[in-house]
């Protein structure tokens, strides 16, 4: 079965500077995809980032980043020029595959707190 | 706005009562999926629907039951719930259902629906 791992429960940033959030994978599948998702307190699961494993390039998506480390098995999201609305939940997911479809397996979260 | 919608946002119910919570998307997607997620805990999958007909199915008490009526809808019949069923259910789809590597074939989740079981 594969695994995320997220080592920080909880992050603290000041507005406008850059944070990193930590992700860890394990899987022995040589084709596979990471997601970062983030949720508000509204609940709603809101898609930032993908990096395909085959992917030479990191991944980029405006003030998103992903910082990804095939060899370590990480996958770390950078947000740069924080925002007070970045603050959320933050999720770290691997898609893994079915005979007859996929599911994404999604790590424990990091809580960001953007302060002003 | 999501293009994932789901109703009602909020839901009450006892344990005797029977309701559904209903999800509806248009952007084409031939794959749905039902997530629930406890507070402070990520989404855990439920079912899976690809193209009409229910390919997945994580052990799911059976008094949770899925329903795809059609590409662009797909409900959660509940009944006889326990207090423990209480959570956040998560309805989401994807373009394809995935069985080939390619692309990123990104979940799109809708807002959720908060069930409260008395």
């Known amino acids: 079965a594969q695994k995320i791992t997220q080592t920080q429960p909880g992050m603290f940033v000041q507005e406008k500077e850059a944070v990193t959030l930590d992700c860890t994978y394990d899987?022995?599948?040589?084709?596979?995809?990471l997601f970062w998702y983030k949720q508000p307190s509204s609940g709603e699961m809101i898609f930032l980032i993908y990096q395909g494993s085959y992917d030479e390039q990191n991944a980029t998506e405006g003030r998103y980043s992903l910082n990804f480390q095939k060899a370590r098995k990480s996958a770390n999201l950078v947000i740069s020029a924080s925002q007070l609305g970045d603050s959320a939940m933050y999720f770290c997911a691997m898609r893994e595959y079915f005979n007859y479809g996929q599911n994404f397996v999604f790590g424990p979260g990091t809580r960001l707190s953007v302060l002003p | 706005d999501t293009e994932v919608t789901q109703t009602p946002k909020h839901l009450v119910m006892g344990m005797t009562n029977k309701k559904s919570l209903k999800c509806e998307q248009h952007m084409g997607h031939r794959a749905m999926y039902w997530y629930k997620q406890k507070a402070k805990k990520p989404p855990e999958l439920m079912f899976v629907y690809s193209y009409e007909k229910l390919s997945i199915n994580e052990s799911v008490p059976s008094r949770f039951s899925p329903e795809c009526p059609n590409s662009s809808l797909l409900n959660l019949h509940l009944h006889a719930l326990q207090p423990e069923d209480s959570a956040l259910y998560l309805c989401?789809?994807?373009?394809?259902?995935?069985?080939?590597?390619?692309?990123?074939?990104?979940?799109?989740f809708g807002a959720g629906s908060r069930l409260t079981v008395l």
């Open positions: 989401a789809s994807s373009q394809s259902p995935g069985q080939s590597s390619s692309g990123a074939n990104v979940l799109t």
């Open positions: 899987t022995s599948d040589q084709s596979y995809g």
